[in-house]
C-alpha cells in the first residue's frame, strides 16, 4: 500500500472526527476554530523549518488575511465567505512574493529577524491608524457562505469551513512534499551548497515556500477573523509569531499533522489553565511546555518517527 493509499483516508477521518468532535462539543467550537486557524499558521511555519529557516514573521501574513477580510466586509460590505477568502490569498502571495525577494537570500537569525521586522512594521501601522480602529481592533459582522450564516451562534458552520480549509491545506502540503521541488527542503537545510551544486536553486525554494507559507498563515487568520468576529493588531504582534514558533516547535517537522494537534492541545489546555488557575495559568502553560521540550525534543512528529526507528533497529538485530 503507498503513502496516498494511506494519507488520505487519514486526512478524511481526521476531518471527520473533528466535525462530529464540534457537533458534540459546542461550548469548545471557539476553541477549536482558534486552534486550528493557528495550525494553518504553524504549517506554513513546519515547511519553513524543514528548509533550515525559522520565520517570526507569520503573524505578519495571520494579520493580513484578518484585516483583508475586515475591511472588504466593514468598506465594501462583502459578506460572501469566497470572495473573502479570495482576497486574503491574493494580497498574502503578493506581499510575499515582495518580501521574498529580499528573505530568500538570507538565512538563519537574519532570516528570522527580518521577517519579524516585517511583522512589526505592519504592528506598528495598525496600531497608530486610528481609522482601523488602532489597538481595539473591529467588528467583523454577517459573513455567511451562500446565505448560511458562519459566525455567533451559528459558529458550527464556520468551523466546518475551516476544517475543509485545513483538508485541503494538508493535501496540498504533503503533494508539495513529494515533488521535486518539496524534496530540496531538507537537502537545503544539510547541505544548501550541494543542493547548488545538484543544479538546483536553493533561493527560489525558499522563494516559492515562503509564498506557500504566508497563503497558509493568511487563511488562518481570514478564518479567524471571521469566527472570532473580530481582529485587532496583536495579529501581527511579537508575541503571535513567537506562540506560531512554539508550537511548531511542539509539532516538529515529521509530521505534517501535528501542527493542528499541537495548536489544538495548546488552546485546550491554556482554556482549562486559565479555567482552573486564573492566576498562575501561565506558569501552569509554561512547565507543561517545557515538559513537552524535555520529553519530545523532536516534537510530536518525532513520536512515531521513534517508534519506526526501534522497529527498525530491531528488524536490523534479527
Same mark, same amino acid.
Given at each position: 500500500?503507498?503513502?496516498?493509499?494511506?494519507?488520505?483516508?487519514?486526512?478524511?477521518?481526521?476531518?471527520?472526527?473533528?466535525?462530529?468532535?464540534?457537533?458534540?462539543?459546542?461550548?469548545?467550537?471557539?476553541?477549536?476554530?482558534?486552534?486550528?486557524?493557528?495550525?494553518?499558521?504553524?504549517?506554513?511555519?513546519?515547511?519553513?523549518?524543514?528548509?533550515?529557516?525559522?520565520?517570526?514573521?507569520?503573524?505578519?501574513?495571520?494579520?493580513?488575511?484578518?484585516?483583508? =477580510?475586515?475591511?472588504?466586509?466593514?468598506?465594501?460590505?462583502?459578506?460572501?465567505?469566497?470572495?473573502?477568502?479570495?482576497?486574503?490569498?491574493?494580497?498574502?502571495?503578493?506581499?510575499?512574493? =515582495? *518580501?521574498? #525577494?529580499?528573505?530568500?537570500?538570507?538565512?538563519?537569525?537574519?532570516?528570522?529577524? $527580518?521577517?519579524?521586522?516585517?511583522?512589526?512594521?505592519?504592528?506598528?501601522?495598525?496600531?497608530?491608524?486610528?481609522?482601523?480602529?488602532?489597538?481595539?481592533?473591529?467588528?467583523? +459582522?454577517?459573513?455567511?457562505?451562500?446565505?448560511?450564516?458562519?459566525?455567533?451562534?451559528?459558529?458550527?458552520?464556520? #468551523?466546518?469551513?475551516?476544517?475543509?480549509?485545513?483538508?485541503?491545506? #494538508?493535501?496540498?502540503?504533503?503533494?508539495?512534499?513529494?515533488?521535486?521541488?518539496?524534496?530540496? $527542503?531538507? @537537502?537545503?537545510?544539510?547541505?544548501?551548497? +550541494?543542493?547548488?551544486?545538484?543544479?538546483?536553486?536553493?533561493?527560489?525554494?525558499?522563494?516559492?515556500?515562503?509564498?506557500?507559507? *504566508?497563503?497558509?498563515?493568511?487563511?488562518?487568520?481570514?478564518?479567524?477573523?471571521?469566527? =472570532?468576529?473580530?481582529?485587532?493588531?496583536?495579529? *501581527?504582534?511579537?508575541?503571535?509569531?513567537?506562540?506560531?514558533?512554539?508550537?511548531?516547535?511542539?509539532?516538529?517537522? @515529521?509530521?505534517?499533522?501535528?501542527?493542528?494537534?499541537?495548536?489544538? *492541545?495548546?488552546?485546550?489546555?491554556?482554556?482549562?489553565?486559565?479555567?482552573?488557575?486564573?492566576?498562575?495559568?501561565?506558569? =501552569?502553560?509554561?512547565?507543561?511546555?517545557?515538559?513537552?521540550?524535555?520529553?519530545?525534543?523532536?516534537?510530536?512528529?518525532?513520536? +512515531?518517527?521513534?517508534?519506526?526507528?526501534?522497529?527498525?533497529?530491531?528488524?536490523?538485530?534479527?
Amino acid at each position: 500500500m503507498n503513502k496516498a493509499q494511506t494519507f488520505v483516508p487519514v486526512a478524511v477521518g481526521a476531518a471527520l472526527f473533528l466535525i462530529v468532535a464540534a457537533w458534540a462539543l459546542p461550548t469548545w467550537n471557539f476553541v477549536i476554530s482558534i486552534g486550528l486557524a493557528k495550525g494553518l499558521g504553524v504549517l506554513g511555519l513546519v515547511l519553513m523549518m524543514r528548509g533550515g529557516l525559522v520565520s517570526f514573521g507569520q503573524g505578519l501574513y495571520y494579520a493580513i488575511g484578518g484585516y483583508s =477580510v475586515g475591511l472588504m466586509v466593514n468598506l465594501w460590505k462583502i459578506n460572501e465567505a469566497v470572495l473573502l477568502l479570495i482576497a486574503p490569498v491574493v494580497i498574502a502571495a503578493a506581499t510575499a512574493a =515582495v *518580501a521574498g #525577494l529580499l528573505l530568500s537570500r538570507y538565512r538563519d537569525i537574519f532570516f528570522a529577524m $527580518l521577517t519579524l521586522a516585517l511583522s512589526m512594521l505592519l504592528y506598528g501601522l495598525l496600531v497608530k491608524s486610528v481609522e482601523l480602529g488602532g489597538t481595539d481592533g473591529f467588528n467583523i +459582522r454577517g459573513v455567511t457562505l451562500i446565505g448560511l450564516p458562519l459566525s455567533g451562534t451559528a459558529r458550527f458552520n464556520g #468551523l466546518v469551513v475551516l476544517v475543509l480549509i485545513c483538508f485541503t491545506a #494538508l493535501i496540498t502540503v504533503w503533494y508539495f512534499g513529494k515533488t521535486a521541488l518539496g524534496r530540496l $527542503l531538507p @537537502g537545503i537545510k544539510d547541505n544548501e551548497i +550541494r543542493v547548488e551544486y545538484l543544479g538546483a536553486s536553493a533561493n527560489k525554494t525558499i522563494y516559492l515556500f515562503y509564498i506557500l507559507a *504566508a497563503v497558509l498563515a493568511a487563511l488562518g487568520g481570514a478564518m479567524s477573523g471571521i469566527l =472570532v468576529a473580530h481582529v485587532d493588531p496583536e495579529m *501581527a504582534f511579537w508575541a503571535t509569531s513567537g506562540e506560531f514558533v512554539v508550537i511548531a516547535v511542539l509539532a516538529g517537522t @515529521g509530521n505534517i499533522f501535528t501542527p493542528f494537534i499541537a495548536a489544538l *492541545a495548546l488552546e485546550f489546555v491554556r482554556t482549562f489553565a486559565y479555567q482552573h488557575a486564573p492566576n498562575t495559568w501561565q506558569l =501552569v502553560l509554561g512547565v507543561i511546555i517545557l515538559s513537552m521540550i524535555l520529553f519530545l525534543p523532536t516534537g510530536l512528529g518525532g513520536v +512515531r518517527f521513534g517508534k519506526r526507528k526501534a522497529t527498525v533497529e530491531a528488524g536490523e538485530k534479527a
